[in-house]
């Protein structure tokens, strides 16, 4: 996999990085990712209780199957998002999230960034996203980088109320 590194001078002097995770990354992925599942356990499909579960084998699998970046601050991990090969020509972008340290520090923003380069790299124009209802903050930052509703609504878990909508972007032929 071709590594994808972006960086930006925040506030603070740090400097931020996006970098894409291997199977050989497996427990910083889980780290992070049972982070984002304790932080906002709202706003995901699966739950903080059902991925810790999972084995090694199990986080290498997922780490196969698609691709994840993480964003770091200096040696510190601040963010990580996914992006998964649909159908021909169609992505989607999964488990978007950024540590609360990181929020408004251009974070989210390099995340998504390095996801629709993924896409556009790996010939997927369409990339779409579900969105947990009332999470404004990051409809405004997917809407930042041309995404809009579809009109799409589901539940964000089987059997909740909670529901999320679809948002997609088709990048331009070209």
Partial sequence: ??????????????????RPLSTEDW??????????????PEAFGSTWEAERALTEDGWR???ARRSRFVAQDGDR???????????AGRAELVSMWVHPDGRGRGVGDLLVRAALRWAKEHDCPRVELWVAQENDHAERLYARHGFQRTG??????????????AMARTEPAG
């Fill in 27 to 40: 427990a910083l992925y889980r780290t992070v990712r049972l982070a984002a599942l304790a932080d906002a």
């Fill in 152 to 165: 799409r609504v589901q539940p964000v878990r089987a059997g909740e109320p909670r529901r999320e909508f």
């Fill in 61 to 63: 699998e997922r780490l």
């Fill in 1 to 18: 996999m071709r590594a994808i590194a972006a960086a930006v001078r925040v506030s603070r002097m740090t400097t931020l990085s996006v």
């Fill in 77 to 87: 991990t601040c963010g990580l998002i996914g992006i998964v090969p649909v159908e």
